[in-house]
């Protein structure tokens, strides 16, 4: 079982990147995911999730219209569009996902690198 987060890189103040989470291994309809960010010497911090279905999601209020959490289960894959990007959200980005609605996540992935410049 294995969760690949991608799509960081190095962006502007202001700016937009697009995070992706593929699993192999792994039916991610199944799953609740979530993305969450840490920066060195921090504890991990909750960005978003989202349920199985894509119906429900939820937000860390300093990202509450600006990100966007979706999936396209088709596909096997979470998005997390990052609007209006700050340098204080400079991090690695984590997806991971659970079976169950709450709870510890059961799986993360490998992080992807933000880093917004100002």
């Known amino acids: 079982v294995q969760l690949q987060a991608f799509g960081g890189g190095l962006v502007q103040a202001g700016g937009s990147l697009r995070l992706s989470c593929s699993a192999s291994?792994?039916?991610?309809?199944?799953?609740?995911m979530g993305w969450y960010r840490q920066t060195p010497g921090k504890e991990r911090e909750f960005v978003a999730s989202?349920?199985?279905?894509?119906?429900?999601?939820g937000y860390a209020d300093s990202v509450k219209g600006r990100f966007t959490i979706s999936r396209d289960n088709a596909k096997n894959t979470v998005y997390l569009q990052m609007n209006s990007l700050k340098p204080e959200e400079t991090a690695v980005y984590y997806c991971?996902?659970?079976?169950?609605?709450?709870?510890?996540?059961?799986?993360w992935g490998q992080g992807t690198q933000v880093t917004v410049s100002s």
């Open positions: 991971a996902a659970r079976k169950g609605a709450i709870g510890s996540y059961d799986f």
């Open positions: 291994g792994l039916t991610l309809s199944r799953y609740h």
């Open positions: 989202i349920n199985w279905s894509g119906a429900s999601s």
